[in-house]
């Protein structure tokens, strides 16, 4: 061809392949060995550049030898056959799940569901170090929760397994560690416990048993949680009541007392003025709760009802002027003050009725 014969063109100048296939230095003195050449060139270059995704990462063998983990990003090796590069996904959460039966620790079986979510944590011993490790995760995860469970009851396996869930994940993790599979365990589940179906009525007999019983334990203590409170205030009520009372009579007494020393003071002065006084007053009260009265000439007279004006007036006020007075030896100035005192009237107004 022309634009491959020295000197030739194409009209070009020589320019394209032509010119790269006349730059390569001539093996042999034949053209195909120039071809050779370009082809090794390109291959090594193709081969000795890896590209490394972000969630990937590259395990270089040297010799059929493990040399080195690539990280994410362009990356250089050896020609093959001296280094190899596999590819490992060492971000993708896979899952397995399972549904296997478990024999409990009181000797009941029950069909439990596994989920187990992991990824690879070490990509030299997902390869290496075992032959296959997502089998023997599958293996262990089993093995595992026959463990966890048999050491449970059934009443633990139906109604609290998360605590077994998480008790099974870490032993799965010490297991796949053991195992060198370099694989890790990010989650692990036991979504669902059922009995077998040849005794599931029983089963669901218990389980709206044990929901009754939840549903009573929380309505005891919502009942609690209102009626204590109610129960602190009303005894903080009486509390406080009671701190009241007990101030009023201690200030009672105290007055009290302090009264009878005032009166102490006066009957030393003027016994007889004090002891008449005292005397008034002690029939005053006692009349005022009485129906009956006595009257000035020894009669008994009994109340009858007033009208609302005439119940204003006190029956004290009304019968003090018909009271005797026990007889006394005044003193002169006692005398002095009876004397200076004005005259009332035998009967008070407002007294329309009287029963003799």
């Known amino acids: 061809m022309a634009w491959n014969r020295p000197g030739g063109s194409t009209g070009n100048g020589g320019s394209g392949i032509g010119r790269i296939l006349n730059s390569l230095p001539s093996l042999g003195g034949?053209?195909?060995?120039?071809?050779?050449?370009?082809?090794?060139?390109?291959?090594l270059a193709f081969n000795c550049f890896v590209l490394i995704a972000e969630q990937q990462r590259g395990v270089v063998l040297r010799f059929g030898q493990f040399d080195r983990v690539m990280q994410p990003g362009p990356n250089f090796k050896l020609p093959w056959p001296v280094e190899t590069v596999t590819k490992v996904n060492a971000t993708q959460i896979k899952n397995y799940e399972a549904s296997v039966p478990v024999l409990t620790r009181d000797e009941n079986i029950v069909d439990v569901s596994i989920n187990v979510q992991y990824k690879v944590a070490d990509p030299k011993?997902?390869?290496?170090?075992?032959?296959?490790?997502d089998e023997v995760l599958k293996q262990a995860a089993l093995s595992t929760v026959r463990?966890?469970?048999?050491r449970s009851d059934l009443d633990t396996v139906l109604g609290a397994r998360e605590q077994l869930a998480v008790s099974a994940r870490e032993r799965l993790q010490k297991s796949l560690e053991a195992y060198r599979t370099g694989l890790q365990v990010t989650e692990l589940n036991l979504p669902d416990a059922r009995p077998p179906q040849q005794v599931k009525p029983a089963f669901d007999d218990v389980n709206s048993a044990q929901q009754d019983q939840q549903r009573l334990i929380s309505e005891a203590r919502a009942y609690a949680a209102k009626i204590v409170p109610e129960a602190r205030g009303q005894a903080a009520r009486v509390r406080t009541v009671s701190e009241g009372y007990k101030t009023a009579e201690i200030a009672r007494a105290t007055g009290d007392a302090e009264r009878f020393s005032l009166l102490v003071a006066q009957y030393k002065g003027a016994p007889d003025v004090t002891r008449k006084r005292l005397w008034l007053e002690t029939v005053q009260d006692v009349l005022a709760k009485n129906?009956?009265?006595?009257?000035?000439?020894?009669?008994?007279l009994i109340y009858v009802p007033m009208t609302d004006a005439a119940k204003a007036m006190t029956p004290t006020q009304a019968l003090l002027p018909d009271l005797v007075s026990p007889a006394v030896q005044a003193t002169e100035q006692a005398t002095e003050q009876n004397s200076a005192r004005p005259a009332r009237s035998g009967r008070p107004a407002g007294r329309e009725e009287v029963v003799r």
Do not use: H
């Open 291 to 300: 129906r009956k009265v006595v009257g000035g000439d020894g009669r008994q």
């Open 125 to 133: 011993l997902y390869l290496f170090g075992t032959r296959n490790g």
């Open 147 to 150: 463990e966890q469970v048999g």
């Open 30 to 43: 034949g053209s195909p060995l120039r071809w050779v050449g370009l082809v090794f060139a390109l291959w």
